[in-house]
């Protein structure tokens, strides 16, 4: 089973930019599906983005157009550029994996159906 780590939160100003990464030490992402949750204090966890084995990806409303999700080339890491972010993207963001049987269906943004996750990593926008 993967340990997925996020890496690449901190402190950003509005406006600024930031890229988070997901890895699995000793393990390929290539086999799944990864979804990057976030959740604010006081708030239910919110899908931000996801990317499937064959890069299907998808997007939140509130981040579609500012954020990008991607693999590395050689599929061991998954990140999320972030940018002209808000106050409002500040949460801890959490990376999520499943696995992926190559259906070709847009990932989804339900968190039950995602059975492999990191700890988290904090993102604060503020100036």
């Known amino acids: 089973q993967p340990q997925l780590v996020e890496s690449g939160g901190g402190l950003v100003q509005p406006g600024g930019s930031l890229r988070l990464s997901c890895a699995a030490s000793?393990?390929?992402?290539?086999?799944?599906?990864i979804c990057w949750f976030r959740q604010a204090p006081g708030k239910e966890r919110e899908g931000v983005s996801c990317?499937?084995?064959?890069?299907?990806?998808n997007y939140g409303v509130s981040v579609k157009g500012r954020f990008t999700i991607s693999r590395d080339r050689i599929r061991t890491s998954v990140f999320l550029q972030m940018h002209s972010l808000t106050r409002e993207d500040t949460a801890i963001y959490y990376c999520?994996?499943?696995?992926?049987?190559?259906?070709?269906?847009?990932?989804?943004?339900?968190?039950?159906?995602?059975?492999?996750w990191g700890q988290g990593t904090q993102v604060t926008v503020s100036s």
């Open positions: 999520a994996g499943r696995e992926d049987y190559l259906s070709n269906e847009v990932p989804s943004f339900v968190p039950s159906e995602y059975h492999y």
């Open positions: 000793g393990h390929t992402l290539d086999p799944y599906s």
């Open positions: 990317i499937s084995r064959t890069d299907i990806t």
